[in-house]
């Protein structure tokens, strides 16, 4: 099938900068749709941004302007820069692809990345 791993999480000042990354291996025949989601504790998880494999992309209001994910298809990886962090920010990032693969249709979801803004 397909996986999905998540790097790039970590603590940072609020006013600073992550990237974080997304990596899908398996029998990946397309990738359609990659997307962010975070879950703050206490919190629903909720969307962050998506990038088709056009490169249209969508963000949750409060993304937009400091986050920005972009896709390297020939990698099969997905990317997402954080600016301008706000302690609001902290969440367990995760990553989301759906497609082909070898064994048919697939949605497969990442085990998460920390992220932690300190005030």
């Known amino acids: 099938q397909v996986q999905v791993v998540e790097s790039g999480g970590g603590l940072v000042q609020a006013g600073g900068s992550l990237r974080l990354s997304c990596a899908a291996s398996?029998?990946?025949?397309?990738?359609?749709?990659m997307g962010w989601y975070r879950q703050g504790a206490g919190k629903q998880r909720e969307l962050v941004a998506t990038?088709?494999?056009?490169?249209?992309?969508n963000y949750a209001d409060y993304a937009k302007g400091r986050f920005t994910i972009s896709r390297d298809n020939a990698k099969n990886t997905g990317y997402l820069q954080m600016n301008s962090l706000k302690p609001e920010d902290t969440a367990v990032y995760y990553c989301?692809?759906?497609?082909?693969?070898?064994?048919?249709?697939?949605?497969?979801w990442g085990q998460g990345t920390q992220v932690t803004v300190s005030s």
């Open positions: 989301n692809a759906n497609g082909m693969s070898g064994l048919g249709r697939y949605a497969t």
């Open positions: 398996g029998r990946i025949v397309s990738i359609n749709t």
């Open positions: 990038i088709t494999s056009g490169g249209s992309t």
